[in-house]
Nanobody
Framework: QVQLVESGGGLVQAGGSLRLSCAAS????????MGWFRQAPGKEREFVAV????????YYADSVKGRFTISRDNAKNTVYLQMNSLKPEDTAVYYC?????????????????WGQGTQVTVSA
């Protein structure tokens, strides 16, 4: 059974940093496309970052480009989202997602597997 478990969320002041982790079981992250999404109350789930399997390319939403970095540790079968220079508008529940193959990887409908989410709150 595929399971994705996010951790590392919490409360941080604006300008601070946080690293989210997504531990995977039932799939090997080195052979899957892995993405990060976030959802604030009353809003739709939005794309944050993706690491595609083919070529290991990465892509980021304009709102986080230059501040967030997606990476993976194959030995730990875990993907990460390093978040720097955090802003209050980054406050949301963050989800990791996986699929064997994606096209661009920026749409939630491209992913079959999702974690339960972890709360990130950035104070002003």
């Amino acid at each position: 059974q595929v399971q994705l478990v996010e951790s590392g969320g919490g409360l941080v002041q604006a300008g601070g940093s946080l690293r989210l982790s997504c531990a995977a079981s039932g799939l090997t992250v080195s052979t899957y496309a892995m993405g990060w999404f976030r959802q604030a109350p009353g809003k739709e789930r939005e794309f944050v970052a993706v690491r595609r399997w083919s070529g290991g390319s990465t892509y980021y939403a304009d709102s986080v480009k230059g501040r967030f970095t997606i990476s993976r540790d194959n030995a730990k079968n875990t993907v990460y989202l390093q978040m720097n220079s955090l802003k209050p508008e980054d406050t949301a529940v963050y989800y990791c997602a996986a699929d064997r193959r994606v096209y661009y990887g920026t749409g939630a409908s491209e992913y079959d597997y999702w974690g339960q989410g972890t709360q990130v709150t950035v104070s002003a």
